[in-house]
T-cell receptor, first 113, second 111 residues
């Protein structure tokens, strides 16, 4: 049982390059989330998908886009990477957008130079 | 936006000591969660609290949901080296239903 799988684990981009972070969960969860983690700031919500076919902005959505490809997969795209997007990105899922604890992936460490 | 203020920011303690950390907010939360993050990994859920006043234990960990629904604390008793990591409080907002994280408490344990 893999839980939440994120790829890649590490990535270095040049300013202006684009890339997509992949996330997949095998727990049949309805809701999926993308967070970024920066030192001293905890985790901040970028985008979320309450259910298949829906996506909504979180606290820090600027510079990102998302796609809920199917129930299992939720991708995060950086169209034109900036140094301010250097961060660790976490994907998470829950059975419903509810009070259940979120299950997190192991993260993608992104550096934009 | 809504914020959780977590303290202390970091702790360096001796093995065997008890540890206490807390989170406060100006907003009401329906659920409080405590997570631990090991280096290079995502946060892992330790304890979930669903009712005001609720006190819940998980081994050496004890957490409480504040009676005002605006705060929570986590205690770790008799710390051991593997307790090292970053501990996050998180709350599910009564207004938005979103999970909001505190800034984290970095715990270091000296053997």
């Amino acid at each position: 049982n893999a839980g939440v799988t994120q790829t890649p684990k590490f990535q270095v981009l040049k300013t202006g390059q684009s890339m997509t972070l992949q996330c997949a969960q095998d727990m049949n969860h309805n809701s999926m989330y993308w967070y970024r983690q920066d030192p001293g700031m905890g985790l901040r919500l970028i985008y979320y998908s309450a259910s298949e076919g829906t996506t909504d902005k979180g606290e820090v959505p600027n510079g990102y886009n998302v796609s809920r490809l199917n129930k299992r997969e939720f991708s995060l795209r950086l169209e034109s990477a900036a140094p301010s997007q250097t961060s660790v990105y976490f994907c998470a899922s829950t059975p419903l957008q509810s009070n259940y604890g979120y299950t997190f992936g192991s993260g993608t460490r992104l550096t934009v130079v | 936006g809504q914020q959780l203020n977590q303290s202390p920011q970091s702790m360096f303690i001796q093995e065997g000591e008890d540890v206490s950390m807390n989170c406060t907010s100006s907003s009401i939360f329906n659920t409080w969660l405590w997570y631990k993050q090991d280096p290079g990994e995502g946060p892992v859920l330790l304890i979930a609290l669903y009712k005001a006043g609720e006190l819940t234990s998980n081994g050496r960990l004890t957490a409480q949901f504040g009676i005002t629904r605006k705060d929570s604390f986590l205690n770790i008793s008799a710390s051991i080296p593997s307790d090292v990591g970053i501990y996050f409080c998180a709350g599910i907002s009564g207004n938005t239903g979103k999970l909001i994280f505190g800034q984290g408490t970095t715990l270091q344990v000296k053997p």
